[in-house]
Nanobody, 121 residues
């Protein structure tokens, strides 16, 4: 079993910053792509940013230039630095990882429980 635990959400004013972190634990041989999705009330879950094991990031157009994703392969962690936050960034943010638990090159997708980010004055 693999567990993803997010931290760092909260309430911030427009223009402010937050840093989200996600730690993966359990049966992990390697992690391929890891990243963040978000879901606002009444909307579908959407990609925010992901990063490959080689460190190549991918961002949603809505966050490019404001958010930065990074990972530590040795610690199985991923972080999301969010700057210049806007009210439309308000959502529950979910960590997501494609994990090979046993070195068999079979990948399984796991999700965290989510952390709330609220951008409001």
């Amino acid at each position: 079993q693999v567990h993803l635990v997010e931290s760092g959400g909260g309430l911030v004013q427009p223009g402010g910053s937050l840093r989200l972190s996600c730690a993966a634990s359990g049966s992990i041989f390697s992690i391929n792509v890891i990243g963040w999705y978000r879901q606002a009330p009444g909307k579908q879950r959407e990609l925010v940013a992901t990063i490959t094991s080689g460190g190549v990031p991918n961002y949603a157009d809505s966050v490019k230039g404001r958010f930065t994703i990074s990972r530590d392969n040795a610690k199985n962690t991923v972080s999301l630095q969010m700057n210049s936050l806007k009210p439309e960034d308000t959502a529950v943010y979910y960590c997501n990882a494609d994990v090979d638990p046993y070195g068999s090159r079979r990948w399984f997708r796991y999700w965290g429980q989510g952390t709330q980010v609220t951008v409001s004055s």
